[in-house]
């Protein structure tokens, strides 16, 4: 984590709001947006897990980013996103409630996390990036993804 | 020099085909010893032949060299010149492998260090050789084309060897472009017709007779020049090879040989003997110690135009074995990496009927997608949709063979054990035979490539640690041989492969002592451990059986190793090991990326797959059936089937699926025990619905699966699901449907575990269920609840005497004002263990405990006891002897392990003396009423509880007669109709039950007001009331001595007022 903060060079930030909450991810780590949002429900599994869903004849698990930082569960609506990303030779779809732009800026402007933002959990983020209109939490897709409970 | 990627990668595909079958032809050859095959020896010598000749085409010099001394060795043993003695099949086992090793990385052959191969080779062909050849072994001779260029340099031996076979020696000069190229022929084609009829000694390819653009001599040829021998005479030479005459050069060898070996000769024979011997013998010592090797042999074998007496190579006087093992330490330092790089094959066997399938499907896809574009663009809709299903077919169709040509034999892996064992034992100085079943498993390429490296381990740890040298196994009285079986099966869906060794077992003490010094268990957790929890600590990384690791095998990798590795294959392993009986592992390997045939099954809107294999059929009750076709045992559900009694299991209610009101599973429920009917059901707004059941098995789990709806079989292909599902029990993966639909696969035992069928509870429940089912009354057998106090320590207690078991964790245990308690059910209950009571080991208060809770007195205490715990229902012969002592009332044996019966009356006495001050009063006051001393008659079938309840009646200042049963109990009332005033008596006993004595009992005056108290173990309320109707006065639950005595006492007190 201490590492990952301490990254250099240019930064693309994907960003896309959990609730009211803005965040964002590390472009090269996104393969690709969708809005498929036709899934099958695995019970029995953690609760941040909202099911399975074909992607192109990969089983990808989504999950709920709203719930997994700790707020509400994320609703599906019109503007709802999967965004895939690719975490230990898995495909995992993280569900957002609204996709926003792509901010262009450097690792070295990214701050530490303060210790609480806006009622997320600490530890899922490297960090948080200052824009011109606003404030980006930029998310630690493995540790968001880490399969511990949380 | 290299040839093109493509004639190169030929190469290394035939090299490698040719090295497949070596090493087990190799071992037959060594076992057949000196009475040998033939046909074997000459297949195998054809193998370093074509290796050799292919090598020198392509300028592979060292990979030449290395085959070349290897034929040597081999038309030796051919020619009955050299036996092959293991030691001999020895050297070129590991010539081939090193062989092996450069061919996988041909690129990197030339770099290959070869010269102690070389050295052992050339060792095993000389030392059987008489002096004047020995001596030519390493004599070098040039041969010379017709315009005096050196082409080759070759031992004399060789030549000698040609000769004795009565050949004639040709050099041929072939030309690459005319000769083969242009008569489109191969090179392996020219050296195949060759061999037919001849001996490729030596060949090359002469770059440098091509000459550069600028020379006159430019000759427009690429010459291959290739040593041969054969009997052919010259004359017929050039028809048969197809090559010009003056291409063809006769050698005449020894009548006249070449100058240049008459030198060679000369300045042999003008070393003097002596240093020579000397030279021999620091040469030896050299190899051995292994210094300077490189150096040493490099200029002993560069002796050709040997420029001083030094590198002059001398007759050895009499074979050195010594040299032998150098190679094998060789072979040990430098075989892990190459074996990585044997295991990973880039290419692919596939079978040409799978091949030609995949053709068609291919064909039939493009003509399905010629037939939609025309579709398309003539907008026809029904058309579209025709050649859109087509495509849907055919693709998945496609889709499935792909899958199938990934499908490998576990034989292709297994055949390499027979080397490994084989070398290991003989480094060993043990015998083993390993055996191989079941070759032809099939699993997925990717788990058979990662199965390599794991199995081997195993299979080396057995060989090296399981199996014990001859004469400590004679000592023991095993076979001198030790047996190693390895066998791959398909078991519930998954593939098995077992390591069975017969060897010593693993030191399970040795281990926990080991896991204890590096901190990776607690000696709590040790204490507590199975003697199989034991043998899986050796699982452990950091844990390195170092002590039990032999010098030859030192490898330093640990089990842990093993275990990710197969972790990764989403395998399991096991281990069950007994002390000097052997060792089995047991790996079970998912059948992930594979193809399975399944189930499709639908609970609400949602479709489930079921592993065919676990399928055993499939049900459907009507709903006027339900009543008749299930039944309650205690409060879950049994399915008849046949007369078999199968659990049932609800996939909505496992899954924890919100379903509504109406579900199979509620409607059932209401019909069994709400005693509601099928029409009150109907109007409470419920449809009626047929019960759709599977009935599914794996491992020891059987149980009937209730669906919603049952669907089609079909072939799914199984992907696994993500690390976020890994606490998911249920699922064996997923896959996805042809709508595009992913649907989750069903693990049948994990949905078993889950919905709570403990192995226990199926047995239990079934053995219940077997009782109620069964009308017979015999009742010898003892139901037991087994569990333990430490690991090793067995202890059971009746099972009617247990009112419920929990699971608690230590932690929960509070002691207040001196007891142990647990908070339970809003209550306090005082908690115990054996050893507070009895002469037992301690109980180690960690980890998960098991609380077995008692009535005991109107209160209920509970017995802290460790996992695993079952419940049996067996004939045992109780020992109130040998084991006997306060709190326990004797010892049995169950199963295999001596096992306390536990007198828990006792203990609680002992426990809670102050429960039972009460009743102390009561017998005072028994006594103090009654003349003489009551006289009771106890009829009891079974032996444990008749003196069970005997004992503890007499304890209360009773006397007591007993009977077996009924009848007999009835003849001893009626031959002394005054002497009894109570009767305890069993229900169910043979002959004559509790119910017909206390009939005959009531019908005779003599009795009439003889109390009867019946003592059962199922006291439910059909019983009782039948029990009051034939004048039975009390019901009491067998065993519970506080209430038994209770009644007892006031029974006796209205008998006698």
């Keep these: ?150 | 020099m290299m040839m093109d990627d493509e004639t190169l990668q030929m190469y290394v595909e035939e090299a490698t085909e040719h090295l497949g079958d070596i090493e087990n032809d190799l071992l037959a050859i060594e076992q057949s010893g000196a009475d040998i095959d033939v046909e074997l020896v000459n297949k195998v010598f054809r193998a370093a032949h074509s290796i050799k000749g292919g090598a020198g085409f392509l300028g592979l010099i060292k990979i030449k060299d290395l085959g070349h001394k290897i034929e040597n060795v081999l038309d030796m043993v051919r020619n009955r010149e050299l036996v092959p003695d293991p030691e001999v099949v020895n050297i070129v086992l590991l010539a081939f492998d090193k062989l092996r090793d450069m061919i996988v990385n041909v690129a990197q052959s030339e770099d290959a260090y070869i010269d102690d191969h070389i050295a052992a080779l050339t060792a095993a062909t000389s030392a059987n050789l008489k002096g004047e050849e020995k001596a030519s072994v390493d004599r070098r001779v040039e041969i010379k084309d017709g315009r005096g260029r050196v082409v080759f340099e070759v031992a004399e031996f060789d030549l000698l060897q040609n000769r004795k076979g009565g050949k004639n020696l040709y050099l041929l000069e072939f030309d690459l472009i005319h000769d083969v190229q242009r008569k489109d022929k191969t090179i392996f084609d020219i050296l195949k017709c060759m061999d037919s009829t001849g001996v490729v000694l030596d060949l090359k390819v002469d770059f440098e007779a091509v000459g550069t653009l600028e020379d006159d001599g430019f000759s427009n040829r690429i010459p291959l020049f290739v040593l041969f021998g054969s009997i052919i005479e010259d004359d017929i030479m050039p028809a048969l090879l197809d090559l010009g005459s003056e291409f063809i050069l006769p050698l005449k060898f020894e009548p006249a040989p070449a100058p240049e070996a008459d030198f060679a000769r000369e300045l042999l024979e003008s070393t003097p003997a002596a240093p020579e011997e000397d030279r021999t013998d620091s040469l030896v010592s050299e190899i051995f110690n292994g210094a300077n090797l490189a150096e040493a042999l490099g200029s002993a074998g560069a002796a050709a135009t040997p420029p001083a007496p030094k590198a002059a190579p001398a007759p050895q006087p009499e074979p050195k074995p010594e040299p032998r093992p150098v190679p094998e330490e060789d072979r040990r330092n430098d075989a892990k990496a190459p074996k990585s790089a044997i295991a990973q094959p880039d290419t692919l066997r596939v079978h040409v009927s799978l091949l030609e399938d995949l053709m068609n499907l291919a064909g039939e896809l493009v003509l399905s997608r010629n037939q939609l574009m025309q579709a398309i663009s003539s907008a026809a809709l029904h058309q579209i949709e025709v050649a859109g299903q087509r495509i849907d077919l055919v693709t998945s169709e496609l889709q499935e063979t792909i899958m199938l040509t990934r499908m490998q034999t576990v034989g292709n892996i297994f055949n390499k054990f027979p080397r490994v064992v084989r070398d290991l034992a003989r480094n060993l100085g043990k015998e083993i035979d390993l055996q191989l079943e079941g070759n032809d498993v099939e699993l997925d390429k990717t788990i058979i490539e990662g199965l390599g490296d794991p199995l081997t381990h195993l299979v080396r740890n057995s060989a090296d640690h399981g199996i014990e040298p001859p004469d400590e196994r004679v000592l023991a009285g095993k076979p001198a041989m030790g047996t190693i079986v390895l066998k791959a099966y398909h078991e519930a869906g998954q593939v098995i492969i077992e390591i069975v060794d017969d060897g010593r077992g693993l030191n399970t003490d040795k281990i926990v002592e080991k896991a204890l010094s590096r901190g990776l268990i607690s000696p709590d957790q040790a204490k507590s451990m199975s003697d199989k929890e034991k043998a899986n600590l050796i699982f452990l990384p950091g844990l390195s059986t170092a002590e039990q690791v032999t010098d030859v095998s030192g490898r330093g990798v640990g089990m842990d190793v093993v275990k990710s590795n197969l972790d990764q294959l989403g395998g399991q392993v096991d281990i069950e090991t007994a002390r000097g009986k052997g060792t089995t592992i047991r790996i079970k390997l998912p059948l992930t990326l594979a193809i399975i045939p399944s189930l499709l099954v639908s609970v609400g809107q949602e479709r489930y797959a079921i592993p065919q294999v676990n399928v055993d059929e499939l049900l459907r009750i009507p709903v006027d059936q339900i009543t008749e076709r299930i039944e309650m045992v205690g409060d879950a559900e049994v399915l008849l089937l046949r007369g078999e009694l199968i659990p049932m299991l609800y996939l909505s209610n496992v899954l924890g699926l919100d379903g509504s009101a109406c579900t199979a599973s509620s409607m059932v429920g209401e019909l069994l025990r709400g005693g509601k009917n099928a029409g009150q059901l109907q109007e409470a707004g419920c449809t009626m619905a047929d019960v759709n059941l599977v009935v599914v098995s794996a491992g020891q789990f059987r149980y009937g699966l209730v669906v919603d709806q049952l669907h089609d079989s079909v072939e799914i292909v199984v992907k696994p699901l993500g690390r976020h599902f890994k606490e998911c029990q249920g699922y064996a993966g997923a896959t996805i449907m042809g709508d595009g639909h992913v649907a989750l696969i069903l693990d049948v035992a994990g949905l078993g575990r889950l919905g709570d069928l403990s192995l226990t509870g199926v047995r239990e429940r079934g053995a219940l269920a077997a009782k109620e089912a069964e009308t017979v009354k015999t009742q010898d057998k003892l139901s037991l609840f087994v569990f333990r106090n430490t690991p090793e320590e067995y202890c059971a207690v009746p099972l009617d005497l247990v009112a419920r078991v929990e699971l608690i964790d230590a932690r929960e245990i509070e002691e207040v004002g001196g007891r142990r308690v647990i908070k339970y059910r809003g209550g306090t209950l005082p908690v115990f263990s054996l050893d507070q009571a009895t002469t037992v080991q301690h109980l180690d208060l960690t980890g998960e405990l098991i609380v077995i809770v008692f009535l005991m007195a109107g209160h209920e205490i509970g017995l802290l006891a460790k996992p695993p715990v079952d419940a049996i229902e067996t004939e045992v012969i109780v020992d109130t002897f040998t084991l006997k002592q306060p709190g326990i009332s004797g010892s049995a044996v169950i199963g295999e392990n001596t096992t306390l019966i536990v007198d828990i009356y006792e203990l609680i006495q002992a426990v809670q003396p102050e429960w039972f001050a009460v009743r102390g009063s009561i017998e005072v006051a028994d006594d103090a009423g009654e003349v003489g001393v009551p006289h009771l008659l106890l009829v009891e079938d079974s032996d444990f509880f008749r003196n069970q309840v005997r004992k503890f009646i007499e304890d209360d200042g009773y006397t007591v007669d007993t009977a077996e049963d009924g009848l007999v109990a009835w003849s001893m009332l009626d031959a002394e109709p005054q002497k009894y005033d109570l009767v305890v008596t069993d229900i169910e006993m043979p002959n004559m039950d509790g119910f017909t004595l206390a009939q005959t009992i009531r019908q005779d005056k003599r009795f009439s007001l003889t109390p009867i108290i019946a003592l059962t173990s199922l006291a439910g309320d059909e019983d009782v009331a039948r029990g009051k109707a034939v004048g039975i006065d009390d019901y009491q639950v067998k065993l519970d001595k506080e209430r038994l005595l209770q009644t007892i006492y006031e029974w006796l007190k209205r008998y006698a007022s």
């Excluded at chain 1, 990808?60 to 230990?88: C, W």
């Design chain 1, 1 to 150: 984590m201490k590492q990952q903060a301490e990254k250099t060079g240019p930064l693309q930030l994907s960003c896309f709001y959990v609730g009211s909450a803005l965040c964002g991810i590390d472009i090269n780590l996104i393969q690709e947006m969708n809005r498929q949002m036709e899934m099958t429900k695995v019970p029995q599994a953690p609760s941040y897990v909202l099911g399975i869903m074909n992607l192109r004849g990969r089983i990808v698990t989504i999950i709920d980013l709203g719930r997994k930082l700790g707020l509400a569960p994320s609703k599906m609506t019109e503007t709802s996103r999967i965004i895939i990303v690719n975490s230990r030779d898995e495909n995992i779809g993280l569900l957002v409630d609204r996709i926003t732009d792509v901010v262009t800026d450097k690792w070295e402007h990214v701050e530490p996390t303060p210790s609480n933002i806006k009622g997320l959990k600490g530890r899922y983020f490297q960090g948080v990036l200052k824009t011109a209109r606003d404030l980006v939490a930029v998310l630690d897709v493995e540790e968001v993804l880490a399969d511990d409970q949380g």
